[in-house]
């Protein structure tokens, strides 16, 4: 049996204040989230531009909120970048300073339970350092915490 295209409750407008109610969106991602619901091109672009001009919708605000989130769950700024791009977010990622871009990687490997000890072994070493890199963390600041570890571990 054939699926029925979505009949959408309420205004556009309605459902995009629902929808910033439960998180922050980009423009983008709204209008993508909009359209899937069933509403027209039209009615879509019409909720979007009022909410921004009202104030209530900005890809900066959705920007900042979502590098401080990502932050502090372990992500470093080449990921946020990425995933800010991928949501359709057209403003600029917030620059993140490499002082709070250590803490959150000193936060992650305290979770992770990385120790000086296993710094010791270049195998070892070289994992943690590609961990870290896949989550989106730079060099400088990989190089400055695991150099932090070191001398914290007599290494």
Same mark, same amino acid.
């Given at each position: 049996?054939?699926?029925?295209?979505?009949?959408?409750?309420?205004?556009?407008?309605?459902?995009?204040? $629902?929808?910033?109610?439960?998180?922050? *969106? @980009?423009?983008?991602?709204? /209008?993508? &989230? !909009?359209?899937? #619901? %069933?509403?027209?091109?039209?009615?879509?672009?019409?909720?979007?531009?009022?909410?921004?001009?009202?104030?209530?919708?900005?890809?900066?605000?959705?920007?900042?909120?979502?590098? $401080?989130?990502?932050?502090?769950?372990? *992500? @470093?700024?080449?990921?946020? /970048?990425? &995933? !800010?791009?991928? #949501? %359709?977010?057209?403003?600029?990622?917030?620059?993140?300073?490499?002082?709070?871009?250590?803490?959150?990687?000193?936060?992650?490997?305290?979770?992770?339970?990385?120790?000086?000890?296993?710094?010791?072994?270049?195998?070892?070493?070289?994992?943690?350092?590609?961990?870290?890199?896949?989550?989106?963390? %730079?060099?400088?600041?990989?190089?400055?915490?695991?150099?932090?570890?070191?001398?914290?571990?007599?290494?």
């Amino acid at each position: 049996m054939p699926l029925r295209p979505l009949r959408p409750r309420g205004s556009a407008r309605e459902t995009a204040l $629902r929808l910033l109610a439960r998180r922050d *969106h @980009g423009a983008g991602e709204l /209008r993508r &989230k !909009l359209r899937q #619901r %069933g509403y027209s091109e039209e009615e879509t672009k019409k909720a979007v531009e009022s909410l921004s001009g009202g104030g209530l919708l900005s890809d900066a605000a959705c920007a900042r909120a979502f590098a $401080r989130e990502s932050l502090s769950s372990g *992500h @470093g700024p080449a990921w946020i /970048r990425a &995933k !800010l791009k991928s #949501r %359709g977010v057209t403003a600029d990622a917030p620059a993140v300073l490499l002082e709070d871009e250590c803490e959150s990687l000193r936060e992650l490997l305290k979770r992770r339970r990385v120790a000086g000890a296993a710094l010791t072994d270049p195998k070892e070493r070289a994992r943690i350092m590609r961990f870290a890199r896949g989550r989106g963390y %730079g060099s400088a600041a990989i190089v400055r915490v695991l150099g932090d570890i070191d001398d914290e571990f007599g290494g």
